[in-house]
């Protein structure tokens, strides 16, 4: 790495997001990773993914081995300007207890055919048992 590495507004960096061109942003560092997209074990579209917005807790939560994070080096391009990087959406799914009432409604229907319906099914082989030997 250079002492004198540019620096890159966000949008800059995230106008290289295609196959033939793809640059990532880890830890506040731009690399240009098109020439390791077919090389990634995870795929190309992993990276694709990741080329437009920040990649660091992306990185971070596959835990990528020391080997992986020195082979990045040769990738390196510059820095980003951290302060023009875009916020993440923080995506929670709701919890259970806020599920609507039809949805535990509709599961009590379910138990109940699946208790009735064996029985009907047993009741009615009795029924064609008693009636065919009346015949």
């Given at each position: 790495m250079a002492s004198d590495s540019k620096v890159y507004h966000f949008d800059e960096v995230a106008?290289?997001?295609y196959k033939k061109d793809c640059w990532i942003i880890v830890s506040g560092k731009v690399y240009d990773v098109t020439p390791f997209l077919e090389e990634h074990p995870?795929?190309?579209?992993?990276?694709?993914l990741a080329a437009d917005r920040d990649a660091t807790d992306d990185f971070n939560d596959v835990g990528h081995s020391d080997s992986a994070k020195e082979m990045m080096e040769k990738y390196y391009v510059g820095?980003?300007?951290t302060s023009t990087?875009?916020?993440q959406p923080n995506y929670k799914l709701p919890a259970q207890a806020t599920a609507p009432q039809a949805d535990q409604s509709s599961g009590f229907v379910?138990?109940?055919i699946q208790f009735l319906l064996p029985l009907l099914i047993l009741g009615a082989a009795f029924a064609l048992q008693y009636y065919s030997k009346k015949k």
């Open positions: 106008q290289h997001k995870g795929g190309d579209e992993v990276l694709l820095e980003v300007d990087i875009p916020d379910v138990k109940l």
